[in-house]
Nanobody
Framework: QVQLAESGGGLVQTGGSLRLSCAAS????????MGWYRQAPGKQRELVAA???????NYADSVKGRFTISRDNAKNMVYLQMNSLKPEDTAVYYC???????????WGQGTQVTVSS
């Protein structure tokens, strides 16, 4: 079992910054991929950024150059630094972890990010 605990969401103005944090616990040794997804009202959940066990990253085109995903293995933490935020970034952001052997997905509870115009 893997548990994901998120924090860092909030309300910011256009152009502001937030850093989301995701703390992983449980069988963290089995995680090979972690990422951040988001879901805006009336839209489907979409991938924002991902990072694998080797540190390789992938970003949605809409956030490239503005968001940075990183990890701290010593603290079992994954972060999403969000800069130059836009109203269209408003969504519930979910931490995601994929198990290496089974490809099973774990999800955090979600944290609300609201960007005012």
């Amino acid at each position: 079992q893997v548990q994901l605990a998120e924090s860092g969401g909030g309300l910011v103005q256009t152009g502001g910054s937030l850093r989301l944090s995701c703390a992983a616990s449980g069988k963290i040794f089995s995680i090979y991929l972690m990422g951040w997804y988001r879901q805006a009202p009336g839209k489907q959940r979409e991938l924002v950024a991902a990072i694998n066990s080797g540190g390789d990253t992938n970003y949605a085109d809409s956030v490239k150059g503005r968001f940075t995903i990183s990890r701290d293995n010593a603290k079992n933490m994954v972060y999403l630094q969000m800069n130059s935020l836009k109203p269209e970034d408003t969504a519930v952001y979910y931490c995601n972890a994929v198990i290496a052997t089974t490809k099973y997905n774990y999800w955090g509870q979600g944290t609300q990010v609201t960007v005012s115009s």
